[in-house]
C-alpha cells in the first residue's frame, strides 16, 4: 500500500513538474523573438531611444512593456505643444505599447499614477524596451508614432499586422 501511495505521488509530482517545465512564464528578461534590447539608452530618470554610439538611420519599432504594479504614462515632450497630437500614452502592469519612429533624438519620461498623485519616475525601473528586428512596413504605416497602445503581446501583434508592419517572426 505505501509503495503504490509513493508511486502516485510520484506520478502527480513529475506531472506537476513538467507542466511548468515546459510553460515559459513571462520575466523581466523575457522577450519575444527578433527583439532585442538595442538602439537606447536609460539616462537620468529617461529613456533615449537612439543610442548615441550608435546611430540610427531610418525606421524603427521599439516595444515598450510596463514592468511594474502600477498604471503609468509614458511621455514625449515636445517644445510645440499646439503643433503635436500628444506623445502622452497611459500603460498598465504588464502591458505592451509599440512605438514606430523615423527621428532622432526621441526621450521619454515615465510618471507613476496613483489615485490622487502623479510622481515623475526612473523609466529604467519601470519599463523593458526591445528594437524590433527584421520588421517589413507597408508604406501607409512609415514615420513616428504609437503604432500600439496598452495591449497584451498577444493583441499587439495582432494590431501592428493590421498596420501593415509584419515581422518575420513573432513569438519566442
Not at 48 to 70: C, F, H, M, W
Not at 132 to 151: C, D, R
Request: some cysteine.
Amino acid at each position: 500500500m505505501i509503495i503504490k501511495t509513493v508511486k502516485v505521488v510520484s506520478i502527480v509530482l513529475l506531472s506537476l513538474l513538467s507542466k511548468y517545465a515546459c510553460a515559459r512564464p513571462e520575466i523581466k528578461n523575457d522577450l519575444p523573438l527578433n527583439c532585442h534590447e538595442v538602439g537606447y539608452v536609460f539616462a537620468d530618470e529617461r529613456v533615449n531611444l537612439a543610442d548615441p554610439k550608435e546611430p540610427v538611420v531610418g525606421q524603427r519599432v521599439y516595444l515598450i512593456k510596463n514592468t511594474s504594479l502600477t498604471k503609468i504614462w509614458v511621455n514625449h515632450e515636445v517644445e510645440n505643444t499646439s503643433a503635436s497630437a500628444g506623445w502622452a500614452i497611459e500603460l498598465q502592469p504588464e502591458k505592451w505599447s509599440a512605438l514606430m519612429l523615423d527621428e532622432q533624438p526621441f526621450e521619454l519620461s515615465c510618471v507613476e499614477l496613483r489615485p490622487g498623485a502623479e510622481q515623475i519616475i526612473s523609466c529604467e525601473s519601470v519599463l523593458q524596451i526591445c528594437q524590433l528586428q527584421h520588421v517589413q512596413y507597408a508604406t501607409h504605416s512609415k514615420g513616428s508614432y504609437w503604432a500600439t497602445e496598452n495591449l497584451t503581446l498577444d493583441s499587439l501583434w495582432d494590431s501592428l499586422e493590421k498596420r501593415g508592419i509584419t515581422l518575420e517572426a513573432k513569438r519566442v
